[in-house]
């Protein structure tokens, strides 16, 4: 049995060095756009009672939390997803606001779920809520941000898909689909299997024009035109056809934020989470499996808080990010660390006043005292290692 007291858990890690400070400096520049856009900081609670996260509510199943007691014998969990807890804390504090509400976060989240071996248990996330507003170009917003939160980072090629979660549910209500045939063909979905798809569309007692929408499940970057078409095929059935319209609109709306290069629609498009009622997004690039954005419009979830208020959203995972920019070798520049002053016992109070100088001014100053053992050319090597670009020394160092 290894060393516990050296290693981490399955599925955690320690993140150290320059690749911390990247990180944080990642999270600085999406944490940047955001907050350029309108949106402000909230924090909520790394854990929460369980009801948060129950699944009347359609997030994360409880098998994948990570569940303890306090000790009146109340369940929590950590939260597995930002959405539910800022969707709490908007039905509580923003009660009385008529206006819209945007809400941005910084924070890690926690799944204990070994469906995906190598994917982290512990993630941070960065993203923002728009509450109060259920127009399309609150959808539209959502999508520039997340887009430009991307490109802040230095990528250039990135795919954010959008659907729309009225479509499947349209499909499913005007098919009559039962709860099982309905898990069967999200099985299929999100296992790509769309061939799958038309088979078993095929056993189903529907018109020509539902069987010609189910076969539009397995279509990828949908032109207007193809909506267009679509529209037609769905004017006798209410949801699907509001589902279609909503997607037209969005396009005028994203060519006016002139991110239409990085955005393409796919009527495939399923969640995990139940609560999303409108457009949902995954944004993909190369250099990692998963999704690095990940989001929607979920108009009903603060009911459940106890408040009517329609809502988008999206979260950015970092660590996938991060995993992305270093495939792509897309560098993360980090900042001079400014100087180091290499000193000696006698030269001490010189080291000090000058490194007190040099903080005075905005400058970092790492002190070190000299070891006789060592040479210029070592602690020059340090502090290029450290990215510190300017070396000091008082005296005495061979």
Wanted: glycine fraction near 8%.
């Amino acid at each position: 049995m290894r060393n516990q007291r050296l290693h981490t858990p399955d599925g955690v890690r320690d993140i150290y060095n320059g690749e911390c400070q990247k990180k944080l400096l990642l999270q600085d520049q999406l944490h940047g756009v955001l907050l350029k856009y309108g949106y402000r900081d909230i924090q909520t609670p790394t854990f929460e009672f369980f009801d948060i996260f129950g699944q009347e509510i359609g997030t994360t199943p409880s098998k994948d939390l990570y569940k303890f007691f306090d000790k009146e014998g109340n369940t929590l969990v950590l939260r597995p997803d930002f959405t539910p807890s800022i969707a709490r804390s908007a039905a509580k504090y923003y009660v009385d606001d008529d206006m819209p509400v945007k809400l941005c976060y910084m924070g890690n989240t926690f799944l204990n779920s070994s469906d995906y071996q190598g994917r982290l248990k512990e993630s941070t996330q960065c993203g923002a809520e728009l509450i109060g507003d259920a127009s399309v170009s609150a959808d539209a917003e959502i999508l520039a941000m997340a887009a430009e939160c991307l490109k802040s980072c230095g990528l250039r090629d990135f795919r954010i898909s959008v659907g729309h979660a009225q479509f499947f549910s349209g499909l499913v209500a005007a098919a009559g689909l039962g709860e099982e045939e309905e898990q069967t063909l999200r099985e299929l979905i999100s296992n790509k299997n769309f061939f799958g798809v038309e088979e078993f569309t095929e056993t189903l007692s529907i018109d020509e024009n539902l069987k010609r929408l189910f076969t539009m499940l397995g279509s990828f970057d949908i032109k207007e035109e193809e909506l267009s078409a679509a529209e037609g095929l769905a004017a006798d059935y209410p949801q699907i056809l509001s589902a279609l319209q909503a997607l037209k609109q969005l396009y005028r709306y994203v060519k006016l934020y002139e991110i239409e290069d990085y955005i393409s629609y796919e009527l495939g498009i399923i969640s995990d989470y139940r609560y999303y009622t409108g457009i949902l997004f995954l944004g993909y690039t190369f250099g990692t499996g998963e999704p690095i954005v990940r989001g929607g419009r979920y108009d009903k979830l603060l009911s459940y808080f106890g408040r009517q208020a329609p809502s988008i959203g999206f979260g950015i995972v970092v660590d996938q990010l991060m995993a992305a920019l270093s495939r792509q070798k897309i560098a993360v520049s980090l900042p001079d660390n400014g100087a180091l002053i290499v000193f000696t016992e006698e030269n001490s109070a010189r080291a000090i006043r000058r490194a007190s100088k040099l903080r005075r001014e905005g400058i970092s100053a790492s002190l070190v005292a000299a070891d006789g053992s060592r040479t210029r050319e070592d602690y020059i090597y340090y502090a290029q290692a450290k990215n510190i670009t300017r070396v000091e020394f008082f005296d005495g160092v061979s």
